[in-house]
């Protein structure tokens, strides 16, 4: 190994920070606070099933992306090439215009203007609409030509909203706002799994598919370049930004779990965050907390309108980068109307459908070698785990089928939301004695 192929601890430490950074979009700060609350006196073992969705599954993505040296497509291809091109355009999608993007908006939203209106227009719709529009002609114009500039505002905001984070929650810790209270739904008796499956909502373990080649390409710029380096390095910077996830996460859940008390059980993180940094540190606690998400936001969805036009350009040629912008920025506009608490509701029902076929998918691909990649074990597996998840999904949306929920129920951890898990390693199973010798 040359020596061109180190990185210094320094070099490490910038390559971990900019993975920190790409994962921590304000739309990942809410669900933390929201899951606190509901877990109350079960905050402990909640946060454990999240931390493992939320943090250790993306950071087992990025090995997984680090160790096959090419993107999702390329992965998601070893089932077969049109499985491999669909499944990453729906990944996109949902990053991107469906459910991440929109979401940038309704959190700047929620956080940053809905604690200055006037009580007599709080619920009502135009003041969402004129923001959104507002938001997203900025997001437009930004993207179309994307610059340096955005990447600089990325990499002050980071740190600024890690300072905000870490004085609210150093105050809960001083003076908390209150004891935890009682558990609430189903984190009474069934906090480890819901929470788990909550993890879902981050959506980092299929951003992190994506994200997983912006590092690969960070760390070749930088001379690591042999694969068995490339993986070290990425390592390093997973459990780097892994480490700052977990304590953001951490943090937020305890202003969460400690809230109801002074503020009441709040229906979105976003208006948990809102109203406890007013009884943390007032008014200008709230002003600050504001413009941070609202900044942090806006680059965020820059980016993410940016990378969905290059990637849709590059699936479809005739259709321009430009155009591209305009058509994922207009979509988000409208799909963010709905308002933050229900973009939550309707995402929910898919990333139930998708995030476990992205959790069998890559760690499939860290023993892929064992069975030589046979796309018969990556199918068999994948078919296993879309019988289970894609009913779970319908199941949240409110369309459930009896006949085939009973059937269902008899596999281990159904109820608890990870049905999928036994058929998919039965799939694989089948698959390993099905394959060509």
Sequence with gaps: MNQSQKLSIQKNITVGLMLFALFLGAGNIIFPPKLGQMAGDNFAISMIGFLITGVGLPLLAVIAIAKSGRDLESIAGRVHPIFGAVFTMIVYLSIGPFFGIPRTATVSYEIGIVPFLPEAIKNTGWTLALFTIMFFIITILFAMNPTKLVDRIGKILTPVLLIVI??????????????????????????????????????????????????????????????????????????????????????????????????????????????????????????????????ACLTTSIGLVSACAQYFEKLMPKISYTTFVFIFGGFSAFVANVGLTKLIQISVPVLLMVYPLAIVLMLLSFIDKSFERSPIVYSLALIGTAIVSIFDGLKAADILIPSIDNILSILPLYEQGIGWLVPAIVGGLIGLLLRPK
């Design 166 to 295: 870490a004085l609210l929650a150093l105050k809960s810790f001083i003076t908390p706002m209150g004891p935890m209270g009682a558990p609430i739904d189903s984190y009474v008796g069934n906090a480890f799994f819901e929470s788990f499956v909550q993890g879902y909502l981050t959506m980092d373990v299929i951003a992190a598919l994506v994200f997983g080649i912006v590092v690969i390409n960070a760390l070749k710029n930088e001379g690591v370049r042999e694969s068995k380096s490339l993986i070290k390095a990425t390592v390093i910077a997973g459990v780097i930004a892994a480490a700052g996830l977990s304590l953001v996460y951490l943090s937020l859940g305890y202003i969460g779990a400690t809230s109801i008390e002074a503020i009441g059980v709040q229906e979105n993180g976003g208006a948990i965050l809102a109203l406890a940094s007013k009884v943390l540190y007032g008014p200008s606690g709230t002003i600050i907390l504001a413009l941070t998400i609202m900044f």
